[in-house]
């Protein structure tokens, strides 16, 4: 049995039917419903048997859930070098925010130094979900204690694009960023340094959090654009 006749076997067609509403610029026949636990056990149960390599090698892939088993299978290397090279080869064929999103390889967070260079590289791609994923692993490795650097809310704010998911990438960025670094970012929204858009979506997204204060929220509502 190939791993797509497995995929097959595991379908849950409410389930499917489920994800074809959330991912509407994935083709519905590319979804087959798999849900994701049982996408991180074959995940495991293919780099632990070695058919990993095989499956990984093979792109593209013909469904949604080949590609989320592919991220998976990455998230869980451990040589971060492999990992990265893996990484880059794939996100070409990233079609969609909740793979992207699902890419998060563990070893990255052993590898800062190596990674850093990366996400500088795929936040000047060309390919939508190559920046949003740059932006996620900025804001994912990047926004805590001695790892974090002012100069990175910069090189979110110069992205310029109009694609949804990347716009919504750089609101969730500096809504995480005004949790974790306040003082730091408030500026970026009090000068207005982001698009109206990004810039209102920031704001909505951080007074949803609870890591903000109730003081902090009044004052990011007073300063929505209208």
């Not at 990255?108 to 996400?119: G, Q, S, T, V």
């Not at 979900?129 to 932006?135: E, P, Q, S, V």
């Not at 340094?193 to 810039?199: E, Q, S, V």
Request: aromatic share 10%; net charge positive; glycine share 4%.
């Amino acid at each position: 049995m190939t791993v797509g006749q497995h995929l097959h076997s595991l379908a849950d067609d409410g389930y499917a039917a489920f994800q074809r509403k959330l991912l509407p610029n994935v083709s519905p026949e590319r979804i087959v419903g798999v849900r994701t636990p049982l996408l991180r056990s074959l995940a495991k149960e293919l780099l632990k048997s070695g058919e990993a390599e095989a499956f990984i090698a093979t792109l593209p892939h013909p469904t949604f859930d080949e590609n989320q088993l592919h991220a998976f299978i990455l998230s869980a290397m451990k040589d971060c070098r492999r990992c990265l090279n893996e990484v880059e080869r794939f996100l070409p064929f990233v079609d969609n925010w909740a793979t992207c999103d699902q890419l998060s390889p563990t070893c990255f967070r052993r590898h800062k130094a190596e990674l850093l260079p990366a996400i500088a590289a795929w936040m000047n791609a060309e390919h939508e979900y190559t920046i949003r994923f740059g932006i996620g692993m900025l804001m994912q490795h990047f926004l805590d204690g001695p790892d974090f650097n002012p100069r990175f809310l910069d090189d979110v704010a110069r992205i310029r694009r109009d694609e949804y998911y990347v716009r919504m990438m750089q609101a969730w960025y500096f809504a995480t960023a005004l949790a974790k670094q306040y003082d730091t970012t408030l500026p970026y929204i009090e000068q207005q340094r982001l698009d109206r858009w990004t810039h209102n979506r920031t704001i909505q997204k951080a007074v949803e959090s609870f890591r903000i204060t109730t003081e902090q929220k009044a004052h990011l509502r007073s300063l929505k654009i209208k």
